[in-house]
């Protein structure tokens, strides 16, 4: 009875995948962001980014989830392609992508009003200009949001390996199959902040950044992900330039923490919530060190509270888990330490 019904959750997945891919195929087109010409008159790669940075900043903020965020970055990038918009009407923009998304991912009683959401995401502009630009939007994209997002095509990949494969993840005793989907996903949407995957689908940037995650999991990582690869239709070209992407901008975020420095300021009376934000700070740090240094040994109370999942230490379990409040008691004895940016 048992298998058969794994048999059935297989057909109904593999249905599923179907009907996302043929969407996709329907509604997908590339959004490459072409370098600017004139400063003040059109949007960037760069402010596109720094945008999508903003939005991950909002969307833990207001603890949403994160199909919520995805689809906000996914509006906000189908609309950056329909319309030429100046740079100082982005933060606009791109909180009236997220309001919208959360309308339509979230609980009635979790989607913050238009006055609220201008309040906590200190977007510099008013509700009413809010409602507006959530108008034009629908209005240029006619009134369809409900896209395909990589976070979609990440949670079907996944279900199908751990389906077929049940046995994928037994050799880390920490690690879970809802701990290992949280740790793609928050992959997933660092990965999103960069402009250079608008060129490929969002099936094939989910399966590149599955199949580079599985190579460090798994011996037999190239037959689990030509298996997906071959469900999918995705040509070895198109996998290997979006893998090396990934791999670039991944890589790159590590470079980045390496070059920081802390130092020791004083101890200050600080709010509850300044010092989750002080928290999840050092969780990203800490997390992407682990991610790609297996003999990094962090701190005891920061391996506590971080999200991210290491191969050994396992993680936070997905989606409603990610949304839960972190500890935000520091250490008594030494005052937090503050990330710089070395200049070398």
């Known amino acids: 009875m048992k298998l058969l019904r794994g048999f059935w959750d297989a057909k109904r997945l593999a249905s599923t995948l179907e009907e996302a891919i043929a969407k996709e195929a329907s509604t997908w087109k590339p959004r490459l962001l072409k370098a600017k010409v004139n400063q003040d008159a059109e949007i960037g790669p760069s402010e596109r980014d720094e945008a999508v940075r903003w939005l991950a900043t909002l969307s833990t903020k207001v603890q949403a989830y994160p199909e919520t965020f995805a689809m906000s970055v996914s509006i906000l990038d189908r609309f950056l392609n329909a319309v030429k918009a100046r740079p100082k009407y982005l933060r606009c923009i791109s909180v009236s992508c997220f309001f919208l998304a959360a309308k339509i991912n979230e609980e009635d009683e979790a989607i913050p009003s238009a006055g609220e959401l201008v309040r906590v995401s200190e977007c510099g502009c008013t509700a009413n200009e809010l409602l507006r630009m959530e108008r034009i939007i629908l209005d240029k994209l006619g009134w369809n949001l409900k896209d395909v997002t990589a976070l979609d095509f990440l949670h079907i990949y996944h279900a199908l390996l751990t389906t077929y494969q049940p046995q994928l993840l037994d050799t880390y005793t920490c690690m879970t199959p809802s701990r290992h989907l949280a740790h793609l ?4 949407q660092r990965c999103m902040a960069c402009h250079q995957v608008l060129g490929f689908p969002g099936s094939v940037v989910s399966l590149g950044l599955l199949s580079l995650d599985l190579e460090m999991l798994i011996p037999d990582w190239l037959a689990a992900t030509f298996m997906l690869q071959k469900m999918v239709k995705v040509q070895n070209e ?3 330039r979006c893998r090396e992407v990934i791999a670039r901008h991944l890589a790159a975020q590590r470079d980045m923490t390496q070059n920081l420095v802390y130092i020791i300021s004083a101890p200050a009376n600080k709010s509850a919530k300044r010092k989750v934000a002080q928290i999840e700070d050092d969780d ?61």
Request: proline fraction near 7%.
């Open 238 to 240: 198109s996998l290997i």
């Open 185 to 188: 996903t928050r992959k997933l």
């Open 284 to 344: 990203i740090y800490d997390g992407i060190k682990r991610l790609y240094d297996q003999d990094w040994k962090g701190d005891p109370e920061t391996v506590a509270v971080t999200e991210e999942v290491a191969m050994v230490t396992g993680g936070v379990a997905c989606s409603s888990q990610l949304r839960q409040d972190r500890d935000g008691n520091l250490s008594p004895t030494l005052p937090p330490l503050q990330p710089i940016t070395a200049m070398i």
